[in-house]
């Protein structure tokens, strides 16, 4: 938390979500929220979403009950793949609210997202929202406390506990007989190329 008693936002963008990155900035800063921003510091056309997302992912990895992240792109898709490769971390994209065409009555995905996931970084797309309707989403994705109910911190619990921990420990697991099997193939391979060479 913030000294003003709100959550710290860690806010990343690519050159596609530049311009409403630093809108939001000003916007949530007006509203007395503190806002570390982990660029880009700059529009530059063509740079890559997971140098500025990664930043993100890492801070709220470290900080998951602290600080909330946003990260800003074309779609949002990428860089909440980027965020969601860090422990702790829950990434939702967000590139508008689905309004059906018939009689049906949809939940809002932004509060659901809160309130059932508990994400913790919100992945806005540009090209898909205006300045407003992003606006809009992140207030709201900031004011809804997640429910807290058993069965949602049951599931987010095996999130890091089922997958990502066991995943992490059968990397670890199989590193050092990757480490082996690599020796083995270089020095196989620098007997054999020593066998043509002598012939």
């Known amino acids: ?36 921003d982990k660029g880009a510091d700059a529009y530059v056309e063509g740079d890559d979403y997971p140098d500025f997302c990664a930043p993100v992912g890492r801070m709220i990895s470290n900080h998951p009950d602290e600080m909330k992240g ?4 074309g779609s949002g898709q990428g ?20 309004k059906p065409k018939d009689e049906r ?17 919100l992945a806005l797309g540009a090209r898909f929202l205006t300045e407003e309707e992003a606006i809009s989403a992140t207030m709201l994705w900031l004011d809804t406390p997640f429910s807290g109910e058993e069965r949602h911190m049951r599931r987010i619990k095996k999130i890091e506990t089922s ?10 697991k199989s590193f050092p007989l990757m480490v082996i099997t690599g020796i083995i193939a270089s020095i196989t391979g620098s007997i054999i190329l020593k066998i043509i060479g002598f012939f």
């Not at 829950?90 to 590139?95: I, K, P, Q, S």
């Open 1 to 36: 938390m913030s000294s003003s008693g709100k959550v710290k936002i860690v806010i990343g963008a690519d050159h596609a979500g530049f311009e409403l990155k630093q809108k939001l900035i000003t916007y949530l800063e007006g509203k007395g929220y503190e806002v570390a």
């Open 70 to 73: 946003i990260v800003i792109g």
């Open 105 to 121: 009555v949809v939940p809002e995905e932004i509060k659901l997202a809160r309130e059932h996931n508990d994400a913790n970084v």
């Open 163 to 172: 997958l990502v921990k066991k995943e992490g420990e059968e990397a670890q």
């Open 79 to 98: 860089e909440a793949i980027v965020c969601n490769r860090f422990p702790n971390v829950r990434a939702t994209v967000f590139n508008g609210q689905y």
